[in-house]
DNA sequence: TTATTCGTTTCAAATAATGAAATAGAATAT
DNA sequence: ATATTCTATTTCATTATTTGAAACGAATAA
């Protein structure tokens, strides 16, 4: 009774096709949508054709494709600067990022992935994956960690049983029980690491932004790659970054994170 | 003939009701809404549900109040990526903001409106979709007239009645003629100005990003206040912008615009 | 206590979505 | 030029979801 989604309800479909487009990460043609999909060609045509007039999707007349549309960056752009921890942390991460020259991040949780809400480049920057509005995996990211190891027992196991724990790298922990004791060391210890766990030479770590009831709102992480520098090295930027999330902390004391259920 | 919806569409429905929520700006409650929507409580109510349960609104149970969600975050993200030209200009408005210390824009022509899809502070160096996600009026912007004034005729047309012409500040150009004149100018001139029509305080210069078709696929400014700088210092920097706007044009010359219909 | 306000549920009626199959249109092959 | 093979689009009777007025319940205020 409690697993899978009825099928019905037109909005439920539209946002499904909506994330099968965005899957997609390119523009798409009718035909590839309807073989991933599994409603009929009549129907889905009918779809794309409301989410184009809307303005959820573009569409381009001459390869007949489809990609996600900018009226959702600006409906994004309202949920972020209301809902995120972004406006409120900052001025804060500004600070941080002034006395640390690495790539930082500030992120949240959100439907139990890892969501990037914020990022300072260094001043060399370096290429990787993840950007502000780019959702990251909770198991083996340091801000993922960092935040999974301060949250109460039951709305951990429900993230942890929604986890894919697939191996991106040799070094990931790719099972609950390797990610449990995990956790129980960054919970005592204040902090998180990533040892290349999600990407080959890139490390970081991170500290969890806990109110003053200890309801985790978010993580801030500093990453470096391998090549430069080393975990050893990454772990003396954590007191001045443990002092940044309670100064977030503090300033989001009185904003209500979505995640609260 | 031209102006209400037709009432039709669950979707419809459903992205009108984001709207609302949107243009509140705050978290709101069901009657609020209620009160400013065509739709029984009723229905507003279930459609509030569901799209809270889509995640693509946030919900305090404590104050019974929505906003939007942050799924739109993750949603936008893709749309950016993709169908922005920020990801193709990037590294051209880096190298801009090293030579000009001043918070440059990167902006596109949406649903006649300007959106600004990248933004480099004068300081800090950050790329990314959030702050750019904002929308602003295309009749007094840099940005926006910039773009109109290389518009092929009939889609200018459709564009200037789409305008609302608000008198923001006393110098705003707030009438269809006033403007058309001022597109000429700088279509002859090749750039625009932005003379405190828009915040009293603020000026801009801007430069169109144009095709080797000549079509308009976005616009790039230079902005500052006038208790710094003047609209004449401004000016020296439009040999360089019109060079990198150049350059993102030609980055772009196989990438499609969505505003192509 | 009694009003009042707001959120939630109900259920028959109204309406929108469905999907199999036919049609139109484009591109490629013969 | 014509046939072939894709793909996109439309049709229409059927199905199922959405609708909304009104009743209900919970919470707060008077």
Redesign the interface.
């Known amino acids: 009774m409690a697993a899978t989604s009825t099928s019905s309800?037109?909005?439920?479909k539209?946002?499904h096709v909506?994330?099968i487009v965005?899957d997609f990460?390119?523009?798409v043609r009718l035909n590839e949508i309807v073989s991933v999909s599994p409603y009929p060609k009549g129907t889905l045509y009918r779809?794309l054709q409301?989410?184009r007039t809307?303005?959820?999707l573009?569409y381009?007349?001459?390869?007949n494709e489809y990609?996600?549309?900018?009226?959702?960056?600006?409906?994004?752009?309202?949920?972020?600067?209301?809902?995120?921890l972004?406006p409120i942390a900052r001025a804060h991460i500004?600070g941080l990022?002034e006395s640390i020259d690495e790539t930082i991040h500030l992120a949240?949780l959100?439907?139990s992935q890892v969501?990037y809400?914020?990022?300072?480049?260094a001043k060399r920057?370096v290429q990787m994956y993840s950007?502000?509005?780019?959702?990251g995996p909770a198991y083996c990211t340091g801000v993922g960690k960092a935040m999974l190891a301060f949250l109460p027992e039951a709305h951990l196991e429900s993230i942890l049983a929604q986890q894919s724990y697939h191996a991106f790298t040799q070094k990931t922990l790719d099972s609950k029980t390797a990610l449990l004791s995990a956790l129980e060391q960054i919970k005592s210890q204040g902090f998180a690491f990533d040892d290349e766990e999600h990407e080959p030479g890139i490390i970081c770590v991170a500290t969890p932004i806990l109110t003053s009831s200890n309801s985790v709102v978010g993580a801030i992480s500093v990453t470096a790659t391998t090549a430069r520098t080393t975990l050893e090295n990454l772990k003396s930027y954590v007191p001045k970054m443990q002092e940044t999330a309670n100064n977030i902390a503090q300033s989001a004391e009185h904003w209500?994170s979505?995640a609260?259920?």
Do not use: C
């Open positions: 309800g037109t909005v439920q539209a946002l909506l994330d965005a990460k390119r523009p779809m409301t989410l809307e303005g959820l573009a381009d007349e001459y390869s990609s996600l549309g900018m009226r959702l960056v600006r409906l994004a752009h309202s949920a972020w600067s209301q809902f995120s972004a500004d990022s949240q959100e439907a969501l809400v914020d990022k300072r480049n920057p950007q502000a509005g780019k959702i209500r979505p609260e259920h």
